[in-house]
């Protein structure tokens, strides 16, 4: 094998290369026989180059082992870079512009014929990627999320380093204490009977490094959580975990931002603009209808309360004396709905827990919808005028508890912008949102509750509120979310 250590990657090769002699290792991706010549795309970590096996360069017996050539062998190729001939080029390779022309081969390990085309893994049932996981695992998309991955977390490494942090490692093997989940317990040998728990989270022993003085740490940290499955959620996870002491939330959040925007510099090369935008609790839940906004599109919650409280319509009239809320969206160009989309969003709203979903369709010289006839022309005006709706626009609208209507709306948004594209999918859209709930009411317990853990602090403008209003009370609490996905969080302890 010495003779065949490789001096290039075959993504490496670029045009810049023709003339020089090059041994490449991989796998065969893809082969293709036009009778005097083969050609076989070769893959390694770095990506593919095209190389040619041409009898005239390696002579009978090699042709022969070239053809006997199938997807996954994996061999070792010596051989020429040259420029590919013209108006062969591949403009969609980073090598498309260069060939390697063969002139020796060995079959370093044969492969049986796969279970599904390594370059198509995605088109394959799930079981059967999961079956083959290692066949998989050779895929681009995941061989590049991988090592994206690894980026970023070298880059996490590094900016935590150079602002002071210690990377410490805590125990795996813990007492069991309550957390948001139930533990997985492993059974000790040595102690039958007794149970250690995998940690759900570093976080008794991150405050006891705090006490001992370290007073920065971070740790690229496993969490084992048992809970059911969602398409976030799964049994085993990695988190960036931070703690610092002697510090406010301002320091806390000002570090985190430069981390993320360290990060996103560094692996993606995108410079988002700085201070990254902030959003109170309450702010992104009016305007949204979620605390992890996705802020990408508009189409944001308008409040029709006040215009629609004394409406004859009773939906509206009977929110309203019920303490609840009259929200809608508008729907640029929503008015061109066919009455099946119309019922589809209604199904919708309705598996959401709205009573119904009202709309309203805004044409050049009416506004049609099945409840114009119960609201009075000032009432359409004002829902309009209120909506800023033009002519093609689709007004929905949802009436209920505060809760609800918030949540409705806020999933509707979402289900609208991702099937209308109005989310850019190249856009990094950072967000803090601050100012959450200190503590919200129990119904069954008949009391209030911690919204985030009880050790969150409350803002020092609420504390005299703890008393006589604790549901107005706001924490030291901070998310930071991207496109609709919260990144992170934290909170000043008391």
């Not at 049986?112 to 390594?118: A, D, G, S």
């Amino acid at each position: 094998m010495t003779d065949w250590k490789r001096t290039k990657n075959c993504g490496e090769l670029r045009k810049s290369d023709a003339g020089t002699i090059v041994t490449l290792n991989g796998w065969v991706n893809r082969r293709r026989d036009l009778g005097q010549l083969i050609f076989v795309d070769l893959r390694d970590r770095s990506g593919l180059v095209q190389v040619v096996f041409d009898p005239e360069l390696l002579g009978a017996e090699q042709f022969e082992l070239a053809e006997g050539l199938r997807a996954e062998y994996v061999i070792a190729v010596q051989g020429k870079v040259a420029p590919r001939p013209e108006g062969q080029a591949n403009p969609n390779l980073p090598t498309g512009e260069v060939e390697v022309q063969a002139t020796r081969l060995v079959i370093l390990s044969e492969a049986e014929t796969p279970p599904f085309p390594i370059d198509r893994a995605e088109e394959v049932d799930e079981a059967i990627r999961l079956k083959y996981r290692y066949l998989h695992l050779r895929s681009r998309e995941l061989q590049e999320t991988i090592a994206l991955r690894h980026r970023i977390t070298a880059a996490v490494r590094s900016f935590l380093n150079s602002q002071g942090f210690l990377e410490i490692e805590t125990p795996m093997l813990i007492r069991s204490t309550p957390e948001g989940a139930r533990d997985y317990v492993v059974p000790s040998r040595v102690h039958p009977g007794s149970f250690y728990a995998l940690p759900q989270s570093p976080q008794l022993f991150k405050q006891l490094l705090m006490i001992a003085g370290f007073e920065r740490y971070y740790q690229i940290a496993r969490c084992f959580r048992d809970e059911d499955l969602r398409a976030d959620r799964q049994p085993e996870f990695t988190q960036i975990d931070v703690e610092m002491s002697f510090v406010d939330r301002e320091d806390v959040m000002a570090t985190m931002e430069a981390m993320i925007l360290h990060v996103l510099e560094e692996v993606k090369g995108i410079k988002v603009p700085s201070p990254i935008p902030r959003l109170s609790y309450q702010e992104a839940m009016d305007r949204y209808g979620s605390d992890k906004p996705d802020t990408r599109f508009g189409m944001e919650i308008c409040d029709l309360t006040a215009q629609l409280s004394t409406s004859e319509f009773r939906v509206f009239s009977e929110a309203a004396a019920a303490k609840g809320v009259i929200r809608g969206i508008n729907v640029k160009g929503g008015a061109s709905f066919t009455r099946r989309q119309i019922d589809q969003l209604s199904e919708q709203a309705q598996g959401w827990g709205a009573k119904g979903l009202i709309w309203l369709a805004v044409e050049e010289s009416q506004v049609r919808s099945p409840i114009a006839k119960f609201l009075k022309p000032e009432e359409l005006d004002a829902i309009c005028q209120a909506m800023a709706a033009q002519p093609g626009d689709l007004i929905l609208m949802v009436a209920g508890s505060y809760e609800l209507v918030c949540d409705v709306l806020g999933r509707l948004r979402l289900a609208l912008g991702k099937e209308l594209g109005l989310m850019d999918e190249d856009a990094f859209n950072l967000l803090w949102v601050v100012d959450w709930p200190l503590l919200v009411y129990d119904e069954e317990a008949g009391r209030y509750v911690a919204a985030h853990h009880p050790f969150t602090a409350p803002l020092d403008e609420d504390e005299h509120l703890l008393e006589t209003a604790p549901g107005q009370v706001r924490a030291k609490a901070y998310d930071m979310v991207l496109n609709g996905v919260e990144l992170g969080g934290g909170s000043i302890r008391i």
